[in-house]
């Protein structure tokens, strides 16, 4: 499916180029509009009841991908796949259950619709989670691991770091490291046997999380000079514990694109180029430096 949407689009391109006779070129700007139009049904949900919505939605922007805000469950029909922004992953989770979400986000995963959850998505998507506030929040699930929800501190101890990432960097090309924007984040302490790693960090012995009386004590803690796990795929699930729509590298949602058409609903050419060619930022992305966790 979409194959020959995107034939028709390079015909269109070739059928408008300066060589062509105006005729032909007015007849390719027809066939691209037209091709283009029928990529909007390829959209991409973003939860938009709180954080950084508007940063995906312009990511995907960038990559030519129509991103629809989603706050009713009744949205999730007109949608090939979602994305779980960062944010405030309890207030998040109230408004879900108040708009009663719930429900309707989970048959979208167990659909096997495609599902990326970024830093408090990554909670939201977790089948269980750890250091939550006093009397926890609710979850989606679906991914079998265990988040620890602030592993690495408070707003103030937010960081960046270089991840390794090397199935990104085969996917999607690029450097091999990709430039992590961590806020408030959470951590993967445990994952399960179907779990695939994409990225991981090392945790110094001296950095551990404390409870504070606003949060219950947990058992659950890595081993000194031991690594938590900051990126992961199951199936129709990717999580991430940091922000890749913070920064100007797309690879991980040109990933996210991709897995769409493994599931079958589409193909990442055909949804990537709705606006024509994604922009070539991955070789030397902007950044605003944070500092390292250490």
Request: some cysteine; proline content about 5%.
């Amino acid at each position: 499916m979409g194959d020959w949407k995107v034939t028709l689009r390079e015909v269109g391109f070739v059928l408008r180029s300066e060589e062509m006779r105006p005729v032909e070129k007015k007849m390719g700007e027809m066939i691209e509009k037209w091709a283009s139009e029928c990529f909007t049904n390829m959209a991409v949900g973003v939860l938009a009841l709180q954080g950084s919505f508007n940063e995906h939605i312009a990511a995907l922007k960038r990559l030519g991908v129509k991103g629809v805000e989603i706050r009713k469950p009744e949205q999730l029909d007109n949608i090939s796949a979602l994305i779980i922004p960062g944010g405030e992953s309890t207030t998040m989770a109230k408004l879900a259950e108040y708009h009663n979400l719930f429900p309707a986000l989970r048959d979208f995963v167990k659909m096997g619709r495609p599902v990326w959850g970024t830093c408090a998505g990554l909670i939201f998507l977790a089948d269980k989670a750890v250091g939550q506030k006093v009397g926890g929040q609710e979850l989606v699930g679906g991914l079998d691991c265990t988040v620890h929800r602030n592993f690495f501190g408070s707003q103030i101890q937010s960081f960046e770091a270089e991840l390794a990432v090397p199935e990104l960097a085969d996917k999607e090309g690029g450097p091999a490291n990709f430039r992590g924007i961590f806020i408030r984040a959470p951590a993967i302490l445990e994952a399960g046997p179907g779990v695939k790693v994409l990225a991981d960090y090392p945790v110094p012995s001296n950095k551990y999380v404390d409870s504070s009386s606003a949060v219950e004590s947990q058992e659950e803690k890595t081993e000194p000079e031991g690594k938590v796990i900051v990126a992961v795929k199951q199936g129709n699930l990717l999580g991430t514990a940091f922000h890749p729509e913070l920064t100007a590298d797309t690879r991980w949602h040109s990933y996210f694109l991709k897995m769409v058409d493994e599931v079958g609903e589409g193909t990442s050419n055909s949804i990537s180029t709705v606006d024509g060619e994604a922009l070539s930022d991955n070789q030397n992305p902007p950044r605003i430096d944070l500092p390292i966790f250490q």
